[in-house]
């Protein structure tokens, strides 16, 4: 491993090189079955064809344009994330590169309509604890986790969290003198795959609508199908005022959207915010790929079969060290008597030994997370829970 990358991640001793649909090849040629899909990013897998062609002829015709002018790929992006969209009522759009960068973005965007509209001290923004929202500081600032609260102060001022599930919390939390916002992920992923109830979302898109609150969906991690209905909020029946989207939006490609409904489409105005690789063209290729595969009812069900095939056959081990499975599509989260964090390790080891290796993911400390790619076949989800019940053995 490189010594020269500063010390942010607890990396585990792998280099990969290369990716096939739901495989990762390291630099040794071992391979491993992927249940990160790069933490919900590579949603059709690796290397899957039509997304190859389109970013290398995209990359071959024009890479970049600045954001004075327009290109014919960003807008048919624009047009069609809009129209994937429209059943949460969402009608306008901003491009960005990254899910904290569209947090940014959706936080502005909910102060600013609060100050043109009811003027100065209305600019607080509610969120749940164990929320993630990012790692800049204003987004680790909307992050309802202490442990991030540390060591880079000052943070933006502004922010409350409140526990999720607690309807009374959250009427209370959202005072309308006060607050701009309520930022919520309808599933939790980085802090254990968390769905809220519905009972919890109706509640809150009541409270919101009642006292001009903008009802935020960071659909980050649970956007783009994830959940099995294109946006989480679908599969609520909720439509809030502004969705972020990041993660699998262009298939591994970096690419980051802020939509807005109807309360909040027009809030930017010309020179409120920007971003010199949003829109990017490549971008978009890879994008236009992602709607038109993962729009389709046909793949969105087959996301929800597969991750409930997944969660059922767990269940059905009822093995000493599991304690709960939390699944809605294919975000699943298995809560381990045991710490997780070793496991990962083993998945790695594994492929040292002649089986294929798994990769997984934790969120927290005793519980695994899967985000398979949707393109992973049964077979292989079966081969995968094989080697989970052998590390877990
Ligand atoms: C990953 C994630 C983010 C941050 O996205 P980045 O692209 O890493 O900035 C924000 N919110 C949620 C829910 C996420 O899962």
Sequence with gaps: MSDVFMNTYGRLPVTFNRGEGAWLFDTAGKKYLDFTAGIAVNCLGHNYPPLVK???????????????????????????LIAACAGAGMKKL??????????????????????????????????????????????????????????????????VFVPGGDIAALDKALDPKTV???????????SGITPQSQEYLDAAAKICAERDILLMFDEIQTGVGRTGTFLACEGYGIKPDLVTLAKGLAGGIPAGA?????????????????STFGGNPVAGAAGLVVLETVTKPEFLKEIGRKGNKIAEAITGWKHPKVTAIRQKGLMIGV???????????????????????????????????FLPPFIISDAEID????????LLD
Excluded at 180 to 190: L, S
């Design 54 to 80: 389109a970013i290398s002829e995209q990359a071959a015709k024009l890479c970049h344009v600045c954001n004075y002018y327009l290109s014919d790929v960003s807008v048919a992006f624009a047009e069609a």
């Design 335 to 369: 809560d381990l008597t045991i710490d997780a964090h070793p496991l990962l390790e083993a998945g790695i080891a594994q492929a040292q030994s002649g089986s294929p290796g798994l990769l997984m993911l934790t969120a927290g400390a005793k519980t695994l997370r």
């Design 94 to 159: 901003f491009l960005a590169n990254s899910g904290a960068e569209a947090n940014e973005g959706a936080c502005k965007i909910a102060r600013k309509y609060s100050l043109v509209k009811y003027g100065k001290g209305r600019h607080t923004i509610v969120t749940l604890r164990g929320s993630f929202h990012g790692r800049t500081i204003t987004t680790l600032s909307a992050t309802g986790q202490e442990h991030f609260h540390k060591d880079f102060g000052p943070y933006t001022e502004g922010f």
């Design 180 to 190: 701009a916002g309520f930022m919520v992920e309808a599933v939790q992923g980085e």
């Design 383 to 390: 081969q995968g829970l094989g080697l989970l019940k052998s």
């Design 258 to 274: 802020v939509l807005a409904g109807e309360k909040a489409a027009d809030v930017f105005q010309r020179g409120d915010h920007g």
